[in-house]
Antibody, heavy 119, light 107 residues
Framework: QVKLLQSGAALVKPGDSVKMSCKASGYTFTDYIIHWVKQSHGKSLEWIGYINPYSGGTNYNEKFKSKATLTVDKSSSTAYMEFSRLTSEDSAIYYC????????????WGQGTLVTVSS | DIQMTQSPASLSASLEEIVTITCQASQDIGNWLAWYQQKPGKSPQLLIYGATSLADGVPSRFSGSRSGTQYSLKISRLQVEDIGIYYCQQASSAPWTFGGGTKLELK
């Protein structure tokens, strides 16, 4: 069955960067797009961007364009998101999710990675 | 960006009651709409896609409908396991955007 397994929680200092992972299994990695979604505590969901594992092509929400960098490692079926210049506003749960190339709703989600930014 | 205005923000209902949540899109998104349920401490789960299609494994008491740019999620007979937060999402154009959420509680 399809699984997206995310890396564990991270405690980082303001100004630092964090890189989180999303390991896919149960399907052909290059057949689906990987998206990243932010959920601040008690808040709604924000789409950060997606990466096409086949081509490496990316599409970012303008709000996160200078903040997030998406990459993939096809050999390990793993997607990565690096978040830079962290502030307290970046403390949140970050989810990876996948969609088809045509239909951009998310049938499968990772369990989430909690990022806490604190000195 | 397409704005998704969801209402109500919170809702208290009794078991077996009919529950309806709505989402208003700021522009035409056709049937490019999905609904998710999120339980505390869990990832969102896809309920409805294409505005009206039921996702795999979702009970038939859930249904989706559309009238112009207004979309509705209906739970025909509320069960205990339906408690959680519900979100709509437009999948018409990037950036994909979500509604603010509806917190559903038992009365």
């Amino acid at each position: 069955q399809v699984k997206l397994l995310q890396s564990g929680a991270a405690l980082v200092k303001p100004g630092d960067s964090v890189k989180m992972s999303c390991k896919a299994s149960g399907y052909t990695f290059t057949d689906y797009i990987i998206h990243w979604v932010k959920q601040s505590h008690g808040k709604s969901l924000e789409w950060i961007g997606y990466i096409n594992p086949y081509s490496g092509g990316t599409n970012y929400n303008e709000k996160f364009k200078s903040k997030a960098t998406l990459t993939v490692d096809k050999s390990s079926s793993t997607a990565y998101m690096e978040f830079s210049r962290l502030t307290s506003e970046d403390s949140a749960i970050y989810y990876c999710a996948h969609s088809s190339y045509i239909y951009r709703w998310f049938a499968y989600w990772g369990q989430g990675t909690l990022v806490t930014v604190s000195s | 960006d397409i704005q998704m205005t969801q209402s109500p923000a919170s809702l208290s209902a009794s078991l077996e009651e009919i529950v309806t949540i709505t989402c208003q899109a700021s522009q035409d998104i056709g049937n490019w709409l999905a609904w998710y349920q999120q339980k505390p401490g869990k990832s969102p789960q896809l309920l409805i896609y294409g505005a009206t299609s039921l996702a795999d494994g979702v009970p038939s008491r859930f249904s989706g409908s559309r009238s112009g740019t207004q979309y509705s999620l209906k739970i025909s007979r509320l069960q205990v396991e339906d408690i959680g937060i519900y979100y709509c999402q437009q999948a018409s154009s990037a950036p994909w955007t979500f509604g603010g959420g509806t917190k559903l509680e038992l009365k």
